[in-house]
């Protein structure tokens, strides 16, 4: 059964900097493609980066030159770097992962809140 574990949310200042972790376990497979999407208080889950085994990359336009998608070297894992944090970027931010395709495998999800 896979399973996807974040790790490395919690309360950060505007301006600040975390890191999100994922490991994605339970697939002899690798996923090609890997990433992450949040979903804010009354609002839809939306994209905020995916990357592919081959080092593409996609953002949302809202984090791009603030947030670093990354692969790790071990199999099946993802990180986010998140610089410059506004308040506009709390969320629940879900790990999401696939073998081929859109992301269909999902994480429970790790709190990202920003505030003074």
């Known amino acids: 059964q896979v399973q996807l574990v974040e790790s490395g949310g919690g309360l950060v200042q505007p301006g600040g900097s975390l890191r999100l972790s994922c490991v994605a376990s339970?697939?002899?497979?690798?996923?090609?493609?890997m990433g992450w999407y949040r979903q804010a208080p009354g609002k839809q889950r939306g994209l905020v980066a995916t990357?592919?085994?081959?080092?593409?990359?996609n953002y949302a336009d809202s984090v791009k030159g603030r947030f670093t998608i990354s692969r790790g070297n071990a199999k099946n894992t993802v990180y986010l770097q998140m610089n410059s944090l506004k308040p506009e970027d709390t969320a629940v931010y879900y790990c999401?992962?696939?073998?081929?395709?859109?992301?269909?495998?999902w994480g429970q999800g790790t709190q990202v809140t920003v505030s003074s």
């Open positions: 990357i592919t085994s081959g080092g593409d990359t």
């Open positions: 999401g992962a696939a073998i081929s395709g859109a992301l269909n495998y």
């Open positions: 339970g697939s002899i497979f690798r996923f090609n493609v």
